[in-house]
């Protein structure tokens, strides 16, 4: 049997939202409707954020705490129900689902780090797919510092991932010349992370707490795990599908 190319995808409360204040099932549906066409010779790990995009969508928190806990409240509300949405979705195309809540610290403990390569290593050789947030009600990095960017690919590299997928609402890195004419032309291909980071122009987007830097800090981890990023437009329909067959422009960072 040949082995299937593992894909960590990480998905950013933008791209789930599309760039409205609701969870979009249409989008959950185009993510497990291209799982599903590629499960014969890919497997995927997903790190999804959008837990507090969706517990805003049925309440608002009256407190006097810092906004941070209120948004640890959020995430707490928000978390079960974007698993169960994910649940329902992904089962209609035949695929299983998962959760797994981790923290950074996890990654700094050599029995934890352990612990995460059995348990997720079990859960995809039993064909789920495990579903993977910053666990929020108990850290407040992913909440401060970077759309689960980092976290992804923290998890590509401890996963030892074949390719690390982040889709977010641009099509890919823009060239800085462009984006200063307003014409938005994607880079291709990264060798040179220094002239990447002289390209870069940053802005964080409207739900999520990254932005590019965070994408480049985080493909940056993964290149030393020795696994290409692919920055991709997660807002357009067979994203996935239509990147593997480079038929979309996106950055690859090699």
Known sequence: MQKK???????GSNTLT???????RGKIEDIANQIAQLQDTCEFVIVSSGAIAVAKQFVKLESKQKEVFVKQALAS?????LIRIYQEIFREYGLLTSQ?????????????RKNIVNTINVLVNNNYIPIINENDTVATDEIKFGDNDKLGALTASLLKADLFIIATNTNGIYTKE???????????LVDDFDELMRQVVDSKS???SGGMQS???AAEVAKDANIETWI????KDDFILNSLENKVPFTKIK
């Open 5 to 11: 190319k593992r894909i960590l995808l990480k998905v």
């Open 18 to 24: 599309k760039e409205t204040n609701n969870i979009s």
């Open 77 to 81: 509300i928000g978390q079960p129900h």
């Open 100 to 112: 797994c809540l981790l923290s950074y610290s996890d990654f700094e403990k050599k029995e934890s």
């Open 178 to 188: 462009s984006m200063e004419n307003g014409e938005s032309k994607t880079i291709e």
């Open 206 to 208: 409207s739900h999520g």
């Open 215 to 217: 994408k480049i800090e």
């Open 232 to 235: 991709v437009n997660g807002l």
